[in-house]
C-alpha cells in the first residue's frame, strides 16, 4: 500500500474508532433505533468527507488536529449518513442496495430508516455542541463558526435543497399549483451544475471548511479552503456520474444504471462521458490551484488526484 493509501485507512480507523464513541448506544437509547443508526453507519463507507476534515485541519497546523478536528469530521460523517438512508427510501431514490448490502428501509422498514436517519442528524450537531469539551472561548467561538458552516450545507440552501431539486426535475415533486405531476424544472448545464452544487457539494465544502476553522486557519486560508472544496465537490459528483454509468454494482456497492431509468439529467448525459471526464479534471485543477496559491501542502491534494481516479 502507498503512503496515501497508509493515510486514508489509518484516518478511516480512527475515525471509526471516534464514531464508536460518539454514538448513543443501549441504554441511553432504544436497542432498535440504537441498531438502525449503527447498521448504516458502520457500513463500510470510504469516510472521504471526514478524512477531508482532518486531512484540512493537518495541512493548516504543524501539530496533530485531532482533538480539534475529529468531532467535526464525525458529524459530516453521520449527516452524510443522514442523508443517504433518506435518499434511499421508496419516496426518494427507491433503492435497494447501499454499500454492498440492503438498504436501511429494506432491513428496518420505512419508519425505523426515517428515524435512524433524523436521529443521526441530530445527534451530529450535539457532537458538534459538545465536543472538544472546553471553556476556551476562543475554541468556543470556532465551534460556533462550524456549526453555522455545517448546518448551512446541509439545509435548504445546501444539500437539502439540491434533493428538492432533484425530486423536481425528476417529476416526483411538483409546486401544489402544479396540476400534473411532471418534470416541471427543466435543467441546463448551469443548472445541472448549481444542483449539484447544493445536493453534493455544499457537504464537501463544509466538511474541508470545519477541518481548517477548529484547527484555527486564518479567514484567508478557510477562503482558499472553500474554493478547494467547491472544485473538489463538482469533480466527485462527475465522477460518480461517470461511475453510474461505467461502474460495476459488485465494485460499487450501489445498483448502477439507475440515473439513466430515472431520467435524471446527469453529466454523462448532458455533456457525454469523455467531457465529463474532462470536466471533472479541470475541476480537480482548480481545486489544486487554490491550495498553491494559499501555500497548503498536506495530503488534500493527493486525495483531489486519489478522487478523480476511484473506481468505487
Known sequence: MNDLGNYLQS??????????????????????????????????????????????????????????????????????????????LPAMDNDALRRGRPTAHVVYGDGIAVLAGDALLTEAFHVLAHHPETVDTAIVARKIRTVDCIAEAA?????????????????????????????????????????????????IRAAVMAGAIMAGAPDATVDAMDSFGSQFGLAFQIVDDILDVEGATEELGKTTGKDAVAGKLTYPAFYGLAESRRLAAQSIDRAKRALSDASLGGHLGAIADWMLTRTH
Not at 493537518?58 to 488536529?65: E, F, I, M, R
Not at 417529476?171 to 445536493?199: I, W
Open 155 to 203: 439545509g435548504v440552501v445546501g444539500m437539502v435543497g439540491g434533493q428538492a431539486i432533484d425530486l423536481q426535475t425528476t417529476g416526483q415533486a411538483c409546486l401544489p399549483e402544479t396540476t400534473a405531476r411532471g418534470k416541471d424544472t427543466a435543467l441546463d448545464g448551469t443548472g445541472l451544475q448549481a444542483m449539484h452544487a447544493r445536493k453534493t457539494g455544499a457537504l
Open 11 to 88: 484516518r478511516r480507523n480512527a475515525i471509526d474508532t471516534a464514531l464508536e464513541r460518539f454514538i448513543p448506544t443501549p441504554p441511553a437509547c432504544p436497542p432498535l433505533i440504537g441498531q438502525a443508526m449503527r447498521y448504516s453507519l458502520f457500513a463500510g463507507g470510504k469516510r472521504i468527507r471526514p478524512i477531508l476534515t482532518l486531512a484540512a485541519g493537518d495541512s493548516v497546523a504543524d501539530h496533530d488536529t485531532d482533538t480539534m478536528a475529529m468531532p467535526a469530521a464525525c458529524a459530516i460523517e453521520m449527516i452524510h449518513t443522514y442523508s443517504l438512508i433518506h435518499d434511499d
